[in-house]
């Protein structure tokens, strides 16, 4: 496996992802299923490579995949792009489990987005770990933090915004959640 790239019949080749390197602070347990590097992972493994992740310090990111997202990143360069760089690549949907033993690299297990989600929400808690919340609407996004805050009262929570803002706020968005000190 490597991180140079061809792509072949408009696939990626096994293997093979992009003119880019498998990022370097990736799990070592990890397949290429359909072009994409998903995390081997149980639920509890994934919690604590992303535990590993937080105490190096630094910004790092994650990614969830299923079936349209493979599709559609066979043929959008940049969501490839994302995923071949992103720390950590869970399979959030069965059909990727499912494609993962058709060939012959069966995964662990199913990690969803939503069950990660609510894990690393509860390992905050538990850690003293602040959290950012980014997306919803306003309302949406307070009553997940009381629910949230209710359901674990140690929960630190650094800030909170709504995910309908225009692409060039992006940039003082992420600036904000840095100065959170999430």
């Known amino acids: ?27 070592l347990a990890f397949s290429w299923i359909c072009g994409a590097p998903v995390a081997n992972l149980t639920e509890d493994e994934t919690v604590a490579a992303i535990d590993k992740l937080i105490s190096a310090g630094g910004s790092h990111y994650g990614a969830v995949v299923n079936a349209a997202k493979i599709v559609t990143a066979n043929r959008d360069d940049r969501l490839k792009q994302i995923l071949c760089e992103a720390d950590l ?18 995964l662990k297990q199913r990690v969803t987005g939503i069950d990660l989600f609510q ?26 933090i009381a629910r949230l805050t209710a359901r674990h009262p140690n929960l630190r929570v650094a800030g909170y915004r709504n995910g309908y803002f225009a692409p060039n706020e992006s940039d003082a968005i992420a600036d904000a959640i840095r100065q959170s000190r999430a």
Not at 3 to 8: K, M
């Open 1 to 27: 496996m490597t991180g140079e790239a061809t792509r072949r019949g408009g696939e990626w080749e096994r293997g093979r992802v992009g003119n880019l390197a498998p990022s370097p602070t990736r799990p």
């Open 119 to 144: 894990r690393l929400v509860e390992h905050a808690a538990e850690r003293g770990l602040s959290v950012y919340f980014l997306g919803a609407g306003d309302e949406s996004v307070r009553g997940v």
């Open 89 to 106: 690549v869970t399979a959030d949907g069965m059909s990727i489990v499912w494609a993962s033993r058709f060939l012959g690299q069966s």
